[in-house]
């Protein structure tokens, strides 16, 4: 594997896993083994914006203290479980939302981020659990259903993944943070066109970011049409990198065997649940 390509990793989806995943999941052969570069989206995984990794300790210094200060404050807590995951510590920003929670066991925006943290760990049952208390029936959150299709995914439930999606947009027709999810998890349904046409639709709103855009870009070269993933990937990555990323796809559909793929696995969901920065959109 070339240096050059390396470099660049995988931000087409932003985490190579979820491209190892699919890419062993529908053409039979499995990629290499790597921990992808979690810079993006959602989902389940943490999306740190703009900032750099020294800016969030920084931040979490700060939050750090706060929180050991005041564990009952959910927004602090919310927030420091917010940088611990920028830099990698999911299993110490669940635990941080956990003695939250337990201050706070009815405030759903805190059990939102707190499933969604449990699920970024890799503790998909509790995840759901704790999910499932962050909206009722009678008051369905999309956000929250989303993120629950997210996990489902995650555990190879995608036919029940793809109805939490159906729930989350009868909420909200034509999310595209949702429709983005669903389309992922057609391709993992090794649905590669029905995928395909959901990320077009989830890509042409309004609302659509860049990170709708590079799963289309994804899924688009996982059936082999490079040049045209490389295009849309251009959309938002500089010339160099999109086409370093489609050389990387390239290289993992060719590659096989790795034991321990799924425990490298990040989401690549899209959702709401993540604060949003100060000064940022």
């Given amino acids: 594997m070339q240096s050059s390509v390396v470099s660049y ?7 190579a896993a979820l491209v190892a995943l699919i890419a062993g999941g529908l053409g039979g052969c499995k990629t290499t083994g790597f921990t992808g570069s979690p810079d993006t989206t959602g ?18 210094d700060t939050l750090g203290e706060k929180f050991r ?15 611990l995951r920028a830099t990698g510590q999911r299993t110490q920003a669940a635990a941080v939302l956990e003695t939250a929670a337990l201050h706070n066991p ?22 759901l659990d704790v999910l499932e208390r962050a909206h009722t029936p009678d008051q369905p959150d999309w956000r929250i259903l989303s993120v629950q299709g997210a996990v489902m995914d995650q555990m190879g439930r995608h036919g029940e993944a793809q109805r939490y999606y159906a729930s989350a947009l009868r909420i909200i027709p034509d999310e595209p943070s949702v429709l983005s999810n669903l389309g992922l998890s057609y391709a993992l349904s090794k649905d590669l066109k029905r995928a395909e046409d959901t990320l077009r639709r989830a890509s042409a709103k309004g609302g ?5 855009r590079q799963n289309l870009a994804l899924v688009v070269g996982l059936q082999g ?11 938002d990555l500089p010339p160099m990198e999109a086409a370093a990323n489609v050389a990387y796809l390239r290289q993992m559909l060719a590659q096989k065997g790795n034991a321990n793929l ?11 649940l993540e604060p949003v920065e100060e000064g940022g959109s």
């Fill in 225 to 235: 049409r490079f040049q045209e993933a490389e295009t849309i990937a251009r959309s």
């Fill in 43 to 60: 989902s389940i995984s943490q999306n740190p914006g703009t900032r750099s990794e020294a800016e969030w300790r920084r931040e979490g």
């Fill in 69 to 83: 200060a005041n564990p009952r404050d959910a927004d602090v807590a919310i927030r420091y479980a917010q940088a």
């Fill in 9 to 15: 990793s995988v931000r087409l989806l932003g985490t």
């Fill in 262 to 272: 799924k425990k490298t696995i990040r989401s690549r969901a899209v959702d709401g």
């Fill in 106 to 127: 009815t405030d759903k925006v805190l059990l939102g981020a707190y499933g969604r943290a449990l699920a970024d760990a890799g503790n998909f049952k509790q995840a």
């Fill in 208 to 212: 659509a970011d860049k990170r709708v």
